[in-house]
């Protein structure tokens, strides 16, 4: 497998400081698995990414 897969913690930090446009420039060819997507889904309901998955 070629690229990077990521978990959600350096996405939620990332998010968090608005530079998740990082990903794609360090990484064009990346995944993340649907349970990170759940995962960071699921977070408390004042975080803007909640339930937006």
């Known amino acids: 497998m070629k690229g990077w897969v990521f978990n959600a913690s350096p996405l939620?930090?990332?998010?968090?400081?608005?530079?998740?446009?990082?990903?794609?420039?360090?990484?064009?060819?990346f995944r993340i698995p649907l349970p990170v997507v759940e995962e960071i889904g699921a977070g408390p309901p004042s975080d803007p990414n909640h339930n937006r998955s």
Do not use: A, F, W, Y
């Open 12 to 29: 939620i930090l990332l998010g968090k400081i608005n530079q998740l446009r990082l990903i794609e420039v360090l990484s064009p060819d």
